[in-house]
């Protein structure tokens, strides 16, 4: 099956820096990467995703990039801020369920 | 547009009681839904799928039998936790997909928070 992998764990930016988060995924089939923001005891919300016909995608201060060979995906946040202090989650379509990672907690410091 | 609802938002129960959630895309048609267990600084981990009119499919390691799963509806899709014991107790949370639209994004409901006593 699909095994996704998700780094960093945690991640702690000043206010107005960028941020990070990258995933590898194995199976070369996969064709679907949707990134969630989950805040604590909420629901996951999709922020971007991306298919395997693009290398990038921009929606205003975030971004997703997929490198198709290598078999993985970033997600970039830019100017960050507070409220973008939450859990992330990269998931990877495999065979129409979503194997996601495992999670990356950022914290924005004013 | 693509809301999920969940009901309850949270329960707490007596060990060896049942609880029944509900699932339902409020203004779409879901072919397909999705349950999903998160225990506290985890990931979501499927537990199955369930298309409309047909049985469910769960995910290795999840106990059918103890986790029932109902799609009677293109609106609704329904989780009993049959026996519940505390190692039940977590987050479970429901998604929904329209895949005859040609996408295969999930939409998340705001989640169930099971607690057994």
């Known amino acids: 099956g699909e095994n996704v992998e998700q780094h960093p764990s945690t991640l702690s930016v000043q206010e107005g820096d960028s941020a990070v988060i990258k995933c590898t995924y194995s199976?070369?089939?996969?064709?679907?990467f949707p990134w969630y923001k989950q805040e604590l005891g909420k629901r996951p919300q999709l922020i971007i995703d991306?298919?395997?016909?693009?290398g990038e995608k921009k929606d205003q201060r975030i971004a997703v990039t997929l490198n198709k060979t290598a078999k993985h995906f970033s997600l970039h946040i830019t100017e960050t801020q507070p409220e973008d202090s939450a859990v992330y989650f990269c998931?990877?379509?495999?065979?129409?369920?979503?194997?996601f990672g495992a999670g990356t907690q950022v914290v924005v410091t004013p | 547009g693509a809301v999920v609802s969940q009901h309850p938002s949270r329960v707490i129960c007596k060990s060896g009681t049942s609880v029944k959630i509900e699932c339902r895309s409020l203004?779409?048609?879901?072919?397909?839904m999705f349950w999903y267990r998160q225990f506290p600084k985890q990931s979501l981990m499927l537990m199955a799928t369930?298309?409309?009119?047909?049985?469910?499919?769960?995910e290795q390691g999840v106990e059918k039998d103890k986790f029932l799963i109902n799609h009677a509806s293109l609106t609704l899709s329904t989780l009993t936790v049959t026996s519940a014991h505390p190692e039940d107790s977590s987050f479970y949370i429901c998604?929904?997909?329209?895949?005859?639209?040609?996408?295969?994004?999930?939409?998340f409901g705001p989640g169930t928070r099971l607690t057994v006593l």
């Open positions: 203004d779409f048609q879901a072919t397909t």
């Open positions: 369930s298309n409309e009119g047909s049985k469910a499919t769960y």
């Open positions: 998604s929904a997909s329209n895949r005859d639209r040609g996408t295969d994004t999930q939409y």
């Open positions: 991306i298919r395997s016909n693009v």
């Open positions: 199976d070369s089939a996969s064709n679907y």
């Open positions: 998931a990877v379509d495999s065979w129409g369920k979503l194997q």
